[in-house]
Each structure stands twice: as structure tokens, then as C-alpha cells.
């Protein structure tokens, strides 16, 4: 069918599915390097972000599957280099790169993810030096995590047989490298921490490259050796390899065979020491008794002549005991005069003299008072009495019990004193010395009499 005749009509689904069919065709493996932006981890699993260089943008998406394969985390800003295939997003009607493998640009991938993972343990103090446990002196059973079938288990076994015979090792087989390897070395450690049957713990392999000894550059691993209670000995690859289960270890080997070397001194190297030490302690004892046997002579010389001795020592009694009774002589001498100085204080302060004394004070007071007080009385009655007599002589009764009256006008109640205030016909009160009695003014004569 030709589809660009001019009959041909094409819906838009239908068109979209062509140009996809076309770009998945033409551009099925690409690869593509640029900036990451607008990066997105929805809930589904899947990756979706926007690769962008000074020219141009391209939308892409990285499906769950392959985002579990990834050994970095992204961040926006981070230039990387993409393996992917062209499609086109029916619902949008945009074209995408379907992402498959990617890498940082200028680094790998699994060294991108070892630089984050060792910063985000660092954060977390997993290679914290207070968190290290020390290694045993004398361990008594080691224990070794690796490969059954590997160079490493030879190589430790080797030299723990020629350094120290007797000494037992616990093997725990594990894979140590490939897909599960980290989770079956993890599972080791915690079996052997909890299990406690070894004294040291050994987990390595053999050289590799950077692919093959990943597995201990997992968090899984690196969080188990650290919770471990047994001392861990990190024996990975050569003396030029570095992974995240070294910087965790309580102790770095740069070697399997180094790792056996560190776990216990070789049986000649001890017995060269117990020599050594055996020697100090027959030295040690022979100088003490050197000091002892000084000290006794010194001891037998000094006793000698034991009354001359006991002499010394009665001598040295008597002036103690003389020293002694006028000690106590003194002291007691001082505590009495004190005693009698606390007495006569106390004497001079008893209650009962203070209040003897108080109660004469009372009693004095008592009779002053009461001598004052008749005084006063007295006076009082007799200042009274000279103002009754004077008031008596007075007062207006005793004028009125002569034969007097006070005339008062009956309506106003005022004193009559001048006959001129008087009217022919008014009434008025006579105030008598017993009682009162109204008149009537019959004549009126002015002036005096």
C-alpha cells in the first residue's frame, strides 16, 4: 500500500505504530553519551530521565529489569554513556531511547559504584577505627570464608600447617564471585558470629579483576562484617586490590597468605619468646633474691645484740609514753578550763534567773503603778469636786431657788431682758426654779428700776 497516495488516510495510531516500526528498525543498538536531567524513580520500578547536551535532548526510560543490574546510583548532572534502542511512546506520540546498559562517562560503572557506596558507609560508620575489635594473641580455632575449590584456601592452609600445626580451621564454603556470591558471604558471617565457635573469622579469595571480586564490594557483605561479634580479617585479591570489606574489617590482609601470617605467630617464633620470657623471669627472680639475701644480712647485723635492741625499743617506749601522758595532761587541763568557762556562761544566762528577775521587775512596776494610778485618781476626784462647787455657785438654779423667774417670748423662745421688746397682750414663759407658767404682759414700763 502506498501510503503517501492521496486517498490514503492513516489514523494517528496507525501512523505513530509505522514511525515506530521504523526507528525500532533502523536504530535497534545505539549508543549515546550525554547529561542526565529531570531523572524520576516512580513506584513501578522503572527509570525515566532526559539525556541532553548543549544542542539537543532525547527522553529516556530504563526499564525495572535492567535497573536492577545497575551497579551506580544516578544523579542529575551526571554525564554517562548509554546503550539503548529507539522506540516511540504511543500515548505521547514521542520518540524515547529504551536504555539497557549504561556506564559514567570517563570512569566505569562498578568503580562509579564503589566511590558511592564506600562515601555512603563512611557517613553510616561502618569504618569507624573505635568500632575495630583487636585480634586474640592465641586463637584456638580459625575460621575461613572462601572458595572450597580456590587458590586461597591452599594458600591459608599452607601456611598455618608450617607456622602452627595443631591450630584447627573451620571452612565455610561459599561462592566468591558471580550472581548470589555476596548474599552466600554474608550469610557466612552472621552463621559464624552467631554460631561463636572460632576465634577469628578470615574472608577472602584470590586475585582478580574488578568484576570478580565485586562481591565484596557489596553492602550486604560490608553491613554483616560489621555487625559480626568475632574479630574479621579481610583477605581479598592481591596487596594492590582495595574493596569495601577491607575498609570494614577489623584488620586488612593484603593477601590470603597474609592473612594466615597475622592470625597467630609461627610455633618457632613462640617458642623464641617463651625463651625470652623464661629468661627475664629466672633474671628477675635471681635479682630478688640478690635484694632479699641484702636485706637479710642487714636484718642479722642490726640484731646482733637483741638487749641492745630491746633497749632501744623500751627507750623509745618510755619517751613515747611521756610524750603521751603530758599530751593527755594538756588536753584534758584544756577541756576543763573550757568546761568552766561554758559553765559560768551558762550560769549567768540560766533561764531561771532571768526570769527571777523579770518577775522582781514586774512587781516593782506593779507597785508604782498602782501608787501612780491612786495619785491620779485622787487629783482627778479632788479637780472635780472645786468644778462641781464653782458650777454649783453658777449655775442659774440657784438664782432661780431665790425667788427668780426667766420671762422667754412664749413663740421664739428668746430671754426677755428689755421691756421694750415687749407688746401689751403677749404671752410669755416664766421659767421658775420648780417648773413653769405661762402669763400675759399686761403694761409695759421702760427703762430701769
Same mark, same amino acid.
Given at each position: ?54 544542542? /539537543? ?6 526499564? $525495572? ?54 562515601? $555512603? ?30 587458590? /586461597? ?190 559553765? /559560768? ?102 427703762? $430701769?428700776?
Amino acid at each position: 500500500m502506498d501510503i503517501f497516495s492521496e486517498k490514503t488516510i492513516l489514523s494517528v495510531s496507525r501512523l505513530t505504530a509505522l514511525l515506530r516500526g521504523v526507528l525500532e528498525e533502523n536504530f535497534e543498538q545505539l549508543w549515546v553519551q550525554g547529561e542526565i536531567s529531570n531523572l524520576s524513580y516512580p513506584s513501578s520500578g522503572h527509570c525515566y530521565f532526559t539525556l541532553k547536551d548543549s544542542g /539537543a535532548q532525547l527522553r529516556c526510560v530504563m526499564f $525495572k529489569s535492567a535497573v536492577k543490574n545497575l551497579k551506580f546510583r544516578l544523579t542529575d548532572g551526571m554525564a554517562l554513556i548509554v546503550r539503548g534502542r529507539i522506540s516511540v511512546y504511543d500515548q505521547r506520540g514521542e520518540y524515547q531511547l529504551v536504555c539497557e546498559y549504561m556506564e559514567p562517562a570517563g570512569i566505569g560503572a562498578l568503580q562509579t559504584a564503589f566511590v558511592q557506596l564506600k562515601e $555512603k558507609l563512611a557517613l553510616d560508620g561502618l569504618f569507624d577505627e573505635t568500632h575495630k575489635m583487636c585480634m586474640p594473641c592465641f586463637p584456638r580455632k580459625i575460621g575461613v570464608i572462601t572458595s572450597p575449590t580456590g587458590a /586461597a584456601i591452599h594458600d591459608i592452609l599452607h601456611v598455618l600447617k608450617r607456622r602452627f600445626a595443631s591450630l584447627d580451621v573451620l571452612l565455610y564454603p561459599v561462592r566468591v564471585q558471580g550472581e548470589g556470591a555476596a548474599l552466600e558471604i554474608a550469610r557466612a558471617i552472621d552463621e559464624m558470629s552467631r554460631l561463636a565457635e572460632v576465634d577469628i573469622v578470615i574472608v577472602g579469595r584470590g586475585g582478580g579483576s574488578l568484576e570478580d571480586l565485586w562481591a565484596f564490594n557489596e553492602e550486604v557483605v560490608a553491613r554483616a562484617v560489621y555487625r559480626s561479634k568475632i574479630p574479621v580479617i579481610s583477605a581479598v585479591g592481591h596487596e594492590t586490590d582495595w574493596t569495601i570489606c577491607d575498609f570494614v574489617a577489623d584488620l586488612r590482609a593484603p593477601t590470603p597468605s597474609a592473612a594466615a601470617e597475622l592470625v597467630i605467630s609461627s610455633a618457632d617464633e613462640l617458642r623464641h619468646q617463651m625463651e625470652a620470657l623464661s629468661h627475664r623471669l629466672r633474671r628477675s627472680v635471681e635479682m630478688l633474691l640478690v635484694n632479699y639475701d641484702h636485706r637479710l644480712g642487714g636484718l642479722r647485723r642490726a640484731l646482733h645484740d637483741p638487749r641492745t635492741m630491746l633497749g632501744h625499743l623500751g627507750q623509745r617506749m618510755d619517751d613515747l609514753t611521756g610524750r603521751l601522758d603530758m599530751g593527755l595532761s594538756v588536753a584534758v587541763s584544756r577541756r576543763r578550763d573550757r568546761f568552766e568557762r561554758l559553765q /559560768a556562761a551558762l550560769q549567768y544566762s540560766d533561764p531561771k534567773v532571768i526570769v527571777d528577775a523579770l518577775r522582781q521587775r514586774i512587781e516593782l512596776l506593779s507597785v508604782r503603778a498602782e501608787h501612780s494610778l491612786s495619785q491620779y485618781l485622787d487629783a482627778v476626784r479632788q479637780e472635780f469636786g472645786d468644778n462641781s462647787a464653782r458650777l454649783e455657785v453658777l449655775s442659774p438654779l440657784k438664782t432661780l431657788a431665790r425667788g427668780y423667774a426667766i420671762a422667754m417670748h412664749d413663740g421664739a423662745g428668746a430671754v426677755v431682758t428689755d421691756a421694750g421688746s415687749l407688746e401689751v397682750g403677749e404671752r410669755l414663759l416664766l421659767k421658775l426654779y420648780s417648773g413653769q407658767a405661762q402669763c400675759r404682759v399686761e403694761s409695759v414700763e421702760t427703762g $430701769k428700776t
